[in-house]
């Protein structure tokens, strides 16, 4: 049985569960987040000391899921409700 897996937030704790759950080819994963990439705070201090590149403190999420194949990346912005269960959920309402 194939199952639909949705991650709301391309954060740490989301693009972990991406990459750990892409492993099982009987799930489907759908990653939500209101934006098209994710800044590694903690690369950031490498950053400003001059001792990284910016593009290796951002992770592209549409290119992650592209990566991964089995997955896809639906970014919403803070206006679009997302349907769960038959009711609204409204991204701003996840910060």
Do not use: W
């Amino acid at each position: 049985m194939r199952h639909h897996v949705v991650i709301l937030g391309g954060s740490y704790g989301g693009i972990s569960a991406l990459r750990k759950l892409q492993s099982d080819p009987n799930i489907l994963i759908t990653l939500i987040d209101r934006h098209p990439c994710h800044y590694l705070q903690t690369e950031g201090y490498e950053l400003i000391a001059g001792d990284t590149y910016f593009s290796n403190t951002i992770v592209n999420l549409s290119s992650l899921c592209a990566v991964l194949k089995r997955s896809k990346t639906a970014v919403s912005d803070q206006h679009s409700p997302i349907i769960l269960m038959n009711r609204p959920l409204h991204p701003c309402s996840l910060r």
